[in-house]
T-cell receptor, first 113, second 115 residues
């Protein structure tokens, strides 16, 4: 059974810092991996999707990497801003049977001005 | 307008009541999903549907039922609500075509409280 872990559970940084959020998964047989952002009381916004054949994806100040063999993904946020404060969720899409997302419990990020 | 909408956004109900949560999408996607989110447990899949004639149980389907009324509509019902069904419920959609890689898009969520 696929399990997804995100470390740290919470992170507080001053504005302007570059930071890395970590995601690990136990079964390397994945179809893709998605990173989401969730604001308090709001839905999930898809940030980046990395296919299993890809090593990384970039969108603006965000860069997500994938090392399928070691079961790890990182989300790099450059020059953090207070507006980046949110919970970041990692979810893995399996290859076998129905392709369903298995979520980590998230990293709660606070960026202080 | 939002691509994936959920109604109601908030609901307080009592134990034993029947309640329905509704989801509509304008993305034209064939796949739809219902998840619940609990603090410390992440999102867990309740039910999913590949198309109007296809309904499947997820990992935590007990106590829930669903109806896919049309390609764009997927409803979740709690036949007899209980307090441990208090949670944040999300609907999601995805496109099965190869170019979309099954990327999932989420609605804003329904906060359900069962007293």
């Amino acid at each position: 059974k696929q399990e997804v872990t995100q470390i740290p559970a919470a992170l507080s940084v001053p504005e302007g810092e570059n930071l890395v959020l970590n995601c690990s998964f136990t079964d390397s047989a994945i179809y893709n991996l998605q990173w989401f952002r969730q604001d308090p009381g709001k839905g999930l916004t898809s940030l980046l999707l990395i296919q299993s054949s890809q090593r990384e994806q970039t969108s603006g100040r965000l860069n997500a990497s994938l090392d399928k063999s070691s079961g790890r993904s990182t989300l790099y946020i450059a020059a953090s801003q207070p507006g980046d404060s949110a919970t970041y969720l990692c979810a893995v899409n399996g290859v076998t049977g129905f392709q369903k997302l298995v979520f980590g419990t998230g990293t709660r990020l606070l960026v202080s001005p | 307008d939002a691509d994936v909408t959920q109604t109601p956004r908030n609901r307080i109900t009592k134990t034993g009541k029947r309640i329905m949560l509704e989801c509509s999408q304008t993305k034209g996607h064939d796949r739809m999903y219902w998840y619940r989110q609990d603090p410390g447990l992440g999102l867990r899949l309740i039910y999913y549907s590949f198309d109007v004639k296809d309904i499947n149980k997820g990992e935590i389907s007990d106590g829930y039922s669903v109806s896919r009324q049309a390609q764009a509509k997927f409803s979740l019902s709690l036949e007899s609500a209980i307090p441990n069904q208090t949670a944040l419920y999300f609907c999601a959609t995805s496109d099965a075509s190869g170019s979309s890689y099954n990327e999932q898009f989420f609605g804003p969520g329904t906060r359900l409280t069962v007293l």
